[in-house]
């Protein structure tokens, strides 16, 4: 089971680039961030027509998200992350897929720090931990994915002394995520690839994708029921390099078995 996330940065302005990787590819889950859209304007009969159905959790020109699936069931468990009801940014959304409980997540940039968009992320980061304890308490199959914003470590950044005062590398944000996954997340891509140059991300501007002066950002935190699962995980890096592409590129994990 070949489960995958992607940050399309506009699902309308990307949709040639996102059909022809789902086409290339045919991952059986996909968790999108970014839409852009808001809910009427989701492209669902093109992506119906490549084999996938769909629930997402959209916004007009900002944020937005969304789950795929293939060939299994997909049952909406719920959107918007809970512990703010006044929270109106569309950035989270959960199903249930084949047996696992998936969550795709669009964590706040936080830029210009401080200031109150990096307030909102650290708010944003600590209802996000806050829950994924829940989830772990569950005792079962749990996946959370998506773009996190966060640049976990120096190996996770080029030139990581440029980053130092934004927000992605903050030493709150690290922080914050070194939390989460001391509460018993797997960071699926560092399970397999401990010492690897891993990126995500590259900008669009400065040559950073031919330079490859990347980030990794976009992440894969696996729940313990599913770390002997994890077959493989990597990132489709030449979808970059793609005309008129995202600056984000697809990161996926295989999953042994069913459940």
Same mark, same amino acid.
């Given at each position: 089971?070949?489960? /995958?996330?992607?940050?399309?940065?506009?699902?309308?302005?990307? $949709?040639?680039?996102?059909?022809? +990787?789902?086409?290339?590819?045919?991952?059986? *889950?996909?968790?999108?961030?970014?839409?852009?859209?808001?809910?009427?304007?989701?492209?669902?009969?093109?992506?119906?027509?490549?084999? &996938?159905? /769909?629930?997402?959790?959209?916004?007009?020109?900002?944020?937005?998200?969304?789950?795929?699936?293939?060939?299994?069931?997909?049952?909406?468990?719920?959107?918007?992350?809970?512990?703010?009801?006044?929270?109106?940014?569309?950035?989270?959304?959960?199903?249930?897929?084949?047996?696992?409980?998936?969550?795709?997540? &669009?964590?706040?940039?936080?830029?210009? /720090?401080?200031?109150?968009?990096?307030?909102?992320?650290? =708010? +944003?980061?600590?209802?996000?931990?806050? &829950?994924?304890?829940?989830?772990? /308490?569950?005792?079962?199959?749990?996946?959370?994915?998506?773009?996190?914003?966060?640049?976990?470590?120096?190996?996770?950044?080029? =030139?990581?002394?440029?980053?130092?005062?934004?927000?992605?590398?903050?030493?709150?944000?690290?922080?914050?995520?070194?939390?989460?996954?001391?509460?018993?997340?797997?960071?699926?891509?560092?399970?397999?690839?401990?010492?690897?140059?891993?990126?995500?991300?590259?900008? &669009?501007? =400065?040559?950073?994708?031919? =330079?490859?002066?990347?980030?990794?950002?976009?992440?894969?935190?696996?729940?313990?029921?599913?770390?002997?699962?994890?077959?493989?995980? @990597?990132?489709?890096?030449?979808?970059? @390099? +793609?005309?008129?592409?995202?600056?984000?590129?697809? *990161?996926?994990?295989? $999953?042994?078995?069913?459940?």
């Amino acid at each position: 089971m070949r489960i /995958a996330t992607y940050n399309v940065n506009g699902i309308n302005a990307r $949709l040639p680039v996102l059909l022809r +990787w789902l086409q290339t590819t045919t991952p059986d *889950v996909v968790c999108l961030q970014e839409l852009k859209t808001p809910d009427e304007k989701f492209p669902i009969e093109a992506i119906t027509e490549v084999g &996938y159905q /769909a629930v997402w959790h959209g916004q007009k020109s900002w944020n937005g998200v969304a789950i795929l699936t293939r060939h299994h069931e997909i049952q909406e468990v719920k959107r918007g992350l809970p512990g703010d009801p006044d929270d109106e940014q569309s950035r989270y959304i959960e199903a249930t897929v084949n047996g696992i409980l998936i969550g795709c997540l &669009y964590l706040p940039n936080g830029n210009p /720090a401080p200031g109150p968009k990096f307030d909102y992320k650290l =708010r +944003w980061m600590e209802r996000l931990n806050s &829950y994924a304890a829940g989830l772990l /308490a569950l005792n079962k199959p749990v996946l959370l994915t998506g773009d996190y914003n966060v640049i976990p470590t120096e190996r996770d950044v080029y =030139r990581p002394e440029r980053w130092l005062d934004d927000a992605l590398f903050r030493p709150e944000s690290r922080s914050a995520f070194h939390a989460l996954l001391g509460q018993g997340w797997i960071d699926a891509l560092r399970k397999l690839h401990p010492d690897e140059t891993i990126y995500t991300f590259w900008d &669009y501007f =400065r040559t950073s994708f031919s =330079r490859n002066a990347g980030l990794r950002i976009d992440h894969f935190l696996l729940s313990s029921q599913l770390e002997s699962r994890l077959l493989a995980a @990597g990132v489709d890096r030449d979808v970059r @390099g +793609w005309e008129k592409t995202s600056d984000h590129a697809p *990161v996926w994990v295989q $999953l042994s078995g069913e459940v």
